[in-house]
């Protein structure tokens, strides 16, 4: 059965998301797959968030409430990932939500590819629209050298330096002791993937997307006053970034466009669609016919 079926956890960090909170737990508890361990890490809210959690922990035995005063959410993670029980590791974040199937296709992949890594597309979602976001067309096994090619071309989009398109192998991030930098204010995502991606042999690419990514209006994260000042952490990423490719041989031919790293701006390269074909593209159904259009999808 574990082989088959083998036990994922899934990092929830928390932190103030009363009105979003039930919303994702309700779709991490609604997935095919089952074997599921869920830690939702409060980081101190001062709102309901601690409460919301105490219910779904009661009403699902997977879910689990970890408090701890607050940290900021690379300290979520990294309490997350050091109580983990699975051998594969998700992350969601508490104002987001996942398709029924996202699990599932994760983990089919990582089983029947044999890989240490899987990375699949997302959807961003502003208001009621729908964006497909996935920087690499062709699905597939990459080698880590190859995926490291084809993320030279835009590092930048969150589809490279997000944690939560991806599914990882907790043995390997516990083996070499993994976290995410709790000193970094920007950044600390691309930060973890750059490290992980040292000890991977292969990376599974999926083009079914496994997560919605709600955007909300005004974000932090997305404000070019933050960008600018998080200059001092992109520069500490791109040492990271740099030995990467020196360890795979890339770098001296590469070297200009690795160095433009720190002037990149994060990104999403998607396009639009209707949310009916989006929900029905990302539970891996057939998409509703859309009068008008041309295929959407293969």
């Known amino acids: 059965m574990e082989q088959q079926s083998p036990l994922v ?11 979003t909170l039930d919303r994702c737990l309700k779709s991490i508890c609604a997935q095919t797959y089952r074997n599921l361990e869920i830690l939702a890490v409060d980081d101190g809210s001062a709102d309901a968030s601690r409460q919301i959690i105490a219910r779904w922990a009661a009403a699902d035995s997977r879910v689990r409430l970890i408090a701890k005063a607050n940290g900021g959410v ?25 398709p029924p ?52 071309r835009s590092p930048s989009d969150f589809y490279y330096g997000v944690m939560w398109n991806k599914l990882y192998c907790a043995d390997l991030v516990r083996r070499y002791d993994l976290a995410c930098p709790q000193e970094m204010n920007w950044g600390e995502d691309f930060f973890f ?36 000042s ?11 970034y740099k030995e990467l490719y020196e360890g795979l041989d890339l770098y001296e031919n590469n070297k200009l466009g690795i160095s433009l790293y720190p002037l990149t701006f994060a990104h999403d390269a998607g396009y639009p669609i209707p949310r009916e074909v989006a929900e029905a593209d990302a539970a ?13 999808f293969p």
């Open 9 to 19: 956890t899934v990092v929830v960090p928390v932190y103030n998301s009363q009105f």
């Open 193 to 228: 993937n750059l490290e992980y991606l040292r000890y991977v042999d292969h990376v599974a690419v999926v083009k079914r997307a496994v997560y919605y990514y709600i955007r909300r209006k005004n974000s932090l994260s997305l404000s070019k006053n933050v960008i600018l």
């Open 101 to 152: 199937s996202s699990t599932q296709t994760l983990v089919s992949q990582a089983l029947s590819r044999d890989c240490q890594l899987v990375v699949a597309d997302y959807y961003m979602v502003t208001g009621g629209k729908y964006m497909k976001n996935g920087s690499i067309q062709e699905p597939g096994l990459y080698t880590r050298r190859q995926f490291a090619q084809l993320m030279m």
């Open 74 to 98: 690379s300290q979520c993670r990294n309490t997350g990932i050091r109580q983990a029980q699975g051998r594969f590791l998700q992350f969601v974040d508490s104002d987001d939500r996942i």
């Open 284 to 296: 891996g159904e057939r998409p509703p016919r859309q009068r008008g259009r041309g295929r959407l």
């Open 230 to 240: 998080a200059l001092p952490a992109r520069m500490a990423l791109f040492s990271r």
